[in-house]
């Protein structure tokens, strides 16, 4: 199974950015799809953005034109851009991965959006 390790949260003021990444222990570029979920306190974890093997993306309508999905395959890290942060996009962030037909998921790693 694929290890994936999420970095890039924190504390930020709303109207900020931050760049959350996600570490793959084995080839980003061998994976069939990799996407960033995420869950608020009290709510289900939904998913953000997704990026096919072919380059295809996808964004939730409460991210679109805000947060960016990319990838560096030298790196193998997948990356999501978040920008004009609003205090709703408070949460858990989850980076999954489906490789071989085993999917995987980080452990998250947290962004706070502060008033």
């Known amino acids: 199974q694929v290890q994936l390790v999420e970095s890039g949260g924190g504390l930020v003021q709303a109207g900020g950015s931050l760049r959350l990444s996600c570490a793959a222990s084995?080839?980003?570029?061998?994976?069939?799809?990799m996407s960033w979920h995420r869950q608020a306190p009290g709510k289900q974890r939904v998913l953000v953005a997704s990026l096919s093997s072919g380059g295809s993306t996808y964004y939730a309508d409460f991210v679109r034109g805000r947060f960016t999905i990319y990838r560096d395959d030298d790196k193998n890290t997948l990356y999501l851009e978040m920008n004009s942060l609003e205090v709703e996009d408070t949460a858990v962030y989850y980076c999954?991965?489906?490789?071989?037909?085993?999917?995987?998921w980080g452990r998250g790693t947290q962004v706070t959006v502060s008033s």
């Open positions: 999954y991965g489906v490789r071989a037909g085993v999917d995987s």
């Open positions: 084995r080839s980003i570029f061998s994976h069939n799809y």
